[in-house]
């Protein structure tokens, strides 16, 4: 499988990517290798990872707590503290070895320490792989407030070994599977109809179609001016249903998939409303979803909640919420100003 070349670095895949690390790593002699790690990817993927890298400097291994409730400041300034107390300096590296957060939270750690160190992210979720890992975005969450605090920042290269995806299970398989469906309803359908006939489901191919086209829109808009908003599509109620759910003592946590999986059938319905996007199109998405991810029911009661989170999204501007919305299949509109009370209606239209 080809190297994919981003904007300033590589995502390489399966096992030859091993040696192109090892390459990096004496080309640059540095002084310290830190593999960042979560209990889990310690357990499972960090004995897949260590025998393939070749190299005579001092590794040091600095574990989390895992979970997108550690996703924070406090957790940074502990990795912080970690690499200090191990003689971290200018010339160190950083691999994080993990998920979503791993590779989130690491890339703004290195980013940050000493004003910048190299790192490498070796994503090891089907969600990491088509969409965290890669992008050059990085942060933390500010509470329940997702990715508030955070800069773009590039790794030295991705490596992306579906081998890993055998560590993981189902749910986060569906969870990374939601980025997958919203690739292929905004830029390409063949991706929506493969996973919608179940046909020709070959993961690792799905995997490099979802990197090369959010490296393609990446290279257009790399700091989110315009096309690479499209990205978002499902992510703006999402994101306010994961951190409602995530804040909620009553309620069990939705992965980051399933969010936006709720968001995509929204947002579909929005589009209906607003842009005239097909009726029996928003059914595909709905049905699909619901065969996917088992319906979450979104209390009336909690609407107005879920709201007030949603005011809180990044993307927003003076105040007023936007949307990517669908004209149709691949065919999208940017910076769509939805009326709270469509909102509403959408979530209903979800629980339908």
């Known amino acids: 499988m080809k190297t994919i070349q981003a904007v300033s670095y590589p995502v390489h895949f399966q096992k030859e990517s091993y040696t192109a690390l090892s390459n990096l790593i004496d080309k640059n002699n540095y002084s310290t290798i830190f593999i960042l790690v979560d209990e889990n990817t310690l ?6 990872f260590i025998p393939n890298l070749k190299t005579n400097k001092t590794i040091e291994l600095i574990e989390i707590e895992s979970g997108e409730i550690n996703k924070n400041l406090e ?9 200090t107390d191990l003689g971290g300096d200018r010339k160190s590296i950083l691999i994080t070895l993990g998920g979503g957060v791993i590779t989130d939270l690491g890339g703004f750690v290195a980013s940050c320490f000493k004003r910048g160190i190299d790192f490498v992210n070796i994503p090891t979720t089907l969600l990491s792989m088509v969409d965290a890992s890669v992008g050059g975005k990085t942060g933390v969450d500010l509470g329940v407030l997702k990715n508030q605090i955070g800069l773009f920042a590039n790794p030295e290269m991705v490596i992306v070994d579906a081998d890993y ?8 398989i569906k969870s990374g599977t939601a980025e997958i469906i919203k690739y292929g309803l905004t830029y390409d359908i063949n991706l929506f109809n493969q996973i919608k006939n179940n046909t020709d489901l070959k993961i690792s191919d799905l995997i490099f179609r979802s990197v090369e086209i959010k490296n393609e ?3 257009q808009d790399p700091k989110e001016k315009n096309l690479r908003k499209i990205l978002n599509f ?4 999402g994101h306010a249903i994961e951190s409602f759910y995530l804040e909620s003592e009553d309620k069990e946590n939705l992965t980051h998939g399933e969010a936006i999986a709720i968001g995509m059938v929204c947002e579909s319905y929005m589009s209906y409303k607003l842009l005239g996007f097909s009726l029996k199109k928003v059914m595909e998405v709905k049905d699909l979803v619901l065969s996917i991810y088992a319906k979450t029911n979104l209390l009336e009661q909690d609407f ?17 919420v936007n949307f990517v919305l669908l004209n149709d299949f691949e065919d999208f509109k940017l910076d769509c100003k939805i009326p709270l009370e469509l909102v509403t209606e959408s979530m209903e239209f979800y629980n339908e």
């Not at 957790?75 to 690499?83: L, P, Q, R, S």
């Not at 107005?304 to 007023?320: F, M, P, R, W, Y």
């Open 165 to 172: 995806l055998t560590t993981v299970a189902p749910r986060e």
């Open 304 to 320: 107005s909640a879920i709201l007030e989170l949603l005011k809180h999204d990044k993307k927003n501007v003076n105040g007023q």
């Open 234 to 237: 499902g992510h703006t109620l």
């Open 43 to 48: 357990e499972h993927c960090y004995p897949k």
């Open 75 to 83: 957790t940074c300034i502990g990795v912080w503290n970690a690499i």
């Open 217 to 219: 829109v990446v290279l």
